[in-house]
């Protein structure tokens, strides 16, 4: 199974934009990309996904490298409840629909 | 609202004494997964089902039974708990053939075995 890495902190200051990156160079043709982020005490949710191309939605951006072997989530305007915990994950196309999670990027956000 | 449903919250048992946290969802689903989070090891899958009456061990099932008798409920079971299963768990669904789709999570099940 393929695997992530992502650091395990990073720090942002209030309504300024935060790249989270992750790299993932086993990841194979069939591998979808995903990010979920899981506020304290709460269970994980659903941020963005993508598989090749660059993808935008309300909560974020995911910039996708051209070899796949690496991304980036994007947060625009960091806010105080985007402090979490975000994973990047790969899922492969089986039966499982198994999703490998990593440790994650806890993003601390300063006022 | 579309949602998945855990109870109980949190839960203190004993060792050796069965219990079984509820997992339903209304979102029609054919995917649920169980998972245990644990500090710096993550989220691992437990147990997932595809289906009614279809499960599956997932990477630790140990300890661990399930059912999914009807496609809204996933039950899950520790039939003689241990302190190695005090954990935070969580249910997840997903609708069928969407591996891209998004999970449900629950809000979580918090458990000590003492």
């Known amino acids: 199974d393929a695997k992530t890495t992502q650091p395990n902190s990073m720090e942002s200051n209030e309504e300024e934009p935060v790249h989270l990156p992750c790299n993932h160079s086993?990841?194979?043709?069939?591998?979808?990309i995903h990010w979920y982020r899981q506020l304290p005490s709460q269970g994980p949710e659903y941020v963005i996904h993508g598989l090749t191309s660059n993808v935008n939605n309300r909560m974020a951006s995911l910039a996708i490298a051209e070899d796949r072997k690496s991304s980036t989530l994007i947060l625009h305007r960091a806010t105080l409840r985007d402090a979490a915990v975000y994973y990047c994950i790969l899922s492969n196309a089986g039966n499982n629909r198994k999703l490998i999670w990593g440790l994650g990027t806890s993003l601390a956000v300063n006022p | 609202e579309a949602q998945v449903t855990q109870n109980p919250r949190y839960l203190i048992t004993v060792t050796g004494k069965k219990l079984t946290v509820t997992c339903s969802q209304n979102m029609n689903h054919e995917y649920m997964s169980w998972y245990r989070q644990d500090p710096g090891l993550g989220l691992r899958q437990i147990y997932y089902?595809?289906?009614?009456?279809?499960?599956d061990k997932g990477d630790v099932p140990e300890g661990y039974k399930v059912s999914r008798k009807e496609k809204r409920n996933f039950p899950l079971i520790l039939e003689s708990p241990s302190p190695n299963q005090t954990s935070l768990y969580f249910c997840a669904s997903l609708p069928r053939g969407r591996v891209a789709e998004k999970l449900f999570f629950g809000s979580g099940t918090q458990l000590s075995v003492l």
């Open positions: 089902s595809m289906n009614v009456e279809v499960t």
């Open positions: 086993t990841i194979s043709g069939t591998d979808y």
